[in-house]
């Protein structure tokens, strides 16, 4: 017997024969003699409709409104979702974020999770009943409905399972696991079986588009072990769990790419302390995020600036710069958008050398250039030209040793 929240996304949840093929797995958990605990989204497309209602009827719509219309999605959901339960004969009870309740602070639209009380929860399971939970809701310190941003409700689902100290959270989505890089560019990509937490973050980062960031932060904090898995086949998922875990711990456990980024250079800036701080204090004022940085070698006291940052802010990025061109007192700004970001992420580089080198090797091999490397603890960046993207990603996967066999 374990104690676990099964998770659905959107699409596991998108119309009726869904909600009842989930209730049906759920069933069978609890004939099996777990207790189980359900927490749901909207329906597939339901968030999208609300968010839109409320952009089209006010682009500086009040926040809080914007909480109370777009929680409603899944209020619709766990509704159905107990009822798809009872008609099966399994006990359950709906539960809205304020009646549990799910505290939050009071940052409307993104707001975090500041405490849930499992106790009467707990107390129901223990009695064969299944709760069914809202996701992506919560109460605010105003008592007023607060929602967790987009794809909160994995955050939820892991929240709740620390609440209710779950065995498992199994977050159950349109995909059947964690891959070591995308399936749709390689078809030699493999399923991981477990992946770290710190790993599941980084890939998270950099682009796999998996899990909501937050609920792998949280889960690593509450140490709450997550499995994604598909609601449409039976086979296991991945285990996103601690590193002590993991028996055979691969080197690199994944292969991620970023198309959305672009590279901006601040040409010829005078080569003397403060010219950093002149150029990414002003971005950084006006919240452009900047990733990955280089100044090369200064030849006649001057030097050139390259950085990276999200393709979207590139026009705001250019904005500030021009306007404290007289400031900073560079020639000029050269911006590329056609580039894509290449990361290989591993706890093993920890304890491996030579890892970035079979990345450099293996692009050089095939003739691409590397415009700016980045490095972590437990990755490696490198930016190179967007046409390159497929290639590289599948000559990585192949001098990793991660390829299908
Ligand atoms: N329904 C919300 C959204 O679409 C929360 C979630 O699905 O995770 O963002
Ligand atoms: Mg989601």
Not at 47 to 75: F, I, K, M
Not at 182 to 203: G, N, Q
Not at 274 to 284: Q, T
Not at 327 to 351: H, N, Q, T, W
Request: proline share 2%; aromatic share 4%; glycine share 8%.
């Amino acid at each position: 017997m374990a104690r676990i929240v099964m998770k659905f996304g959107g699409t596991s949840v998108a119309d009726l024969e869904r909600i009842r093929n989930a209730a049906a797995r759920v069933m069978r958990a609890v004939e099996a003699g777990d207790e189980v605990a359900v927490v749901v989204s909207a329906m597939a497309g339901a968030t999208n409709q609300l968010v839109d209602w409320c952009h089209e009827l006010s682009p500086l719509y009040d926040a809080r409104e914007y909480d109370a219309v777009v929680a409603t999605g899944e209020q619709v959901t766990v509704g159905l979702f107990a009822i798809a339960l009872q008609t099966l004969g399994v006990e359950a009870r709906s539960w809205t974020g304020w009646q549990i309740p799910v505290s939050t602070d009071g940052q409307h639209g993104k707001a975090r999770i500041m405490a849930i009380d499992g106790a009467e929860l707990i107390r129901r399971m223990q009695a064969g009943q299944v709760p069914v939970i809202a996701g992506f809701q919560g109460l605010g310190p105003d008592k007023r409905i607060t929602t967790l941003g987009r794809g909160g409700s994995d955050t939820s689902a892991v929240a709740v399972a620390a609440a209710i100290r779950a065995d498992r959270c199994d977050i159950y989505t349109d995909v059947d696991g964690v891959y070591t890089t995308d399936p749709r560019l390689v078809s030699k990509a493999r399923k991981l079986s477990h992946i770290t937490y710190e790993e599941m973050l980084e890939l998270a980062s950099v682009g796999a588009k998996v899990l909501q960031t937050r609920s792998v932060e949280l889960a690593m904090k509450e140490r709450v072990r997550v499995q994604v898995l598909s609601s449409f086949t039976d086979t296991p998922g991945t285990l996103v769990v601690d590193e002590d875990e993991i028996v055979e711990q691969e080197i690199v456990a994944g292969i991620a790419y970023s198309r959305d980024e672009a590279k901006l250079t601040v040409r010829r800036v005078p080569d003397r302390p403060g010219v950093a701080a002149a150029v990414f204090g002003p971005l950084a004022e006006n919240g452009i995020n900047v990733d990955m940085i280089v100044q090369n070698v200064s030849e006649d006291g001057t030097t050139d600036m390259t950085f990276t940052l999200n393709k979207t802010e590139l026009p705001r990025a250019r904005a500030v710069l021009e306007a404290m061109r007289g400031e900073i007192g560079y020639a000029d700004l050269a911006a590329d958008s056609d580039v894509a970001k290449i990361s290989v992420v591993g706890v093993g580089m920890r304890s491996h050398a030579g890892v970035a080198g079979t990345m450099f090797k293996a692009l050089a091999g095939r003739g691409i250039n590397i415009q700016v490397i980045s490095t972590s603890e437990i990755k490696v960046s490198v930016l190179i030209a967007a046409e390159y993207t497929e290639l590289a990603v599948r000559a990585l996967h192949t001098a990793y040793g991660l390829d299908v066999a």
